[in-house]
């Protein structure tokens, strides 16, 4: 139990253009799901938290407009990385807890999504 | 400030050779302590959570124990298999989890 997917697992895209990443939890209903980056050989930093039918909440320094995140359902949530740059290159990955993240929830990791703009 | 650090950065093992990996951590409001594995190229895989000072949990040669600032990741007698990074992190009074930079465990048959 407590699967999560993304998808694409990477993608190579021309700097300027936009790239949509899915997050799908596969058996359980994600209340809150949470988005990461990671840079090689670095630890996961919190870019944002989504609750399904309202809006993200951004980590201090996230862009928001660059960085579009929609949790339309309890099982989807997608992160629009908009107008790439070389430097958005990174590995993304999504998380899902089955309630407002509370005390006793925790967090699922999907397998990350490698994302590099040339 | 919330912060988490893990000793050490790398670790190499002989199979079957025993050791601990520490987490210390400062948090206001501390919901949990959680101990992820990641392999390279792949999202974190949950090991385990500890909630308080005192509690113990064990899986297969895993097993994670809590204290006021710190947390051990004990590792019994490894496999090759075994070799991953180990992370670990807080969740604090907001619910976030702040992860440390994680100790990368190499077991060498």
């Known amino acids: 139990g407590a699967v999560v997917s993304q998808h694409p697992s990477r993608v190579i895209c021309k700097s300027g253009t936009s790239v949509k990443i899915e997050c799908r939890s596969l058996?359980?209903?994600?209340?809150?799901m949470f988005w990461y980056r990671q840079f090689p050989k670095q630890s996961l930093m919190l870019m944002a938290t989504?609750?399904?039918?309202?809006?993200?909440?951004?980590e201090q320094g996230v862009e928001k407009d660059k960085f579009l995140i929609n949790h339309a359902s309890l099982t989807l949530s997608t992160l629009t990385v908009t107008s790439a740059h070389p430097e958005d290159s990174s590995f993304y990955i999504c998380?899902?807890?089955?309630?407002?993240?509370?005390?006793?929830?925790?967090?699922?990791f999907g397998p990350g999504t490698r994302l590099l703009v040339l | 400030e919330d912060q988490v650090t893990q000793s050490p950065e790398a670790l190499r093992l002989q199979e079957g050779e025993s050791s601990s990996l520490n987490c210390s951590y400062t948090?206001?409001?501390?919901?949990?302590l959680f101990w992820y594995r990641q392999d390279p190229g792949k999202g974190p895989e949950f090991l385990f959570t500890?909630?308080?000072a005192g509690e113990e949990k064990e899986k297969e040669r895993l097993k994670a124990t809590l204290t006021k600032k710190e947390s051990f990741l004990h590792i019994t007698a490894p496999k090759p298999e075994d070799s991953a990074t180990y992370l670990c992190?807080?969740?604090?009074?907001?619910?976030?989890?702040?992860f440390g930079s994680g100790t990368r465990l190499l077991v060498r048959p």
């Open positions: 989504s609750n399904e039918g309202s809006k993200a909440t951004y």
């Open positions: 500890l909630y308080s």
């Open positions: 998380s899902a807890s089955t309630s407002g993240g509370g005390r006793w929830e925790t967090q699922y």
């Open positions: 948090v206001s409001g501390l919901r949990g």
């Open positions: 058996d359980f209903q994600a209340t809150t």
């Open positions: 992190a807080v969740m604090d009074s907001s619910y976030k989890l702040i």
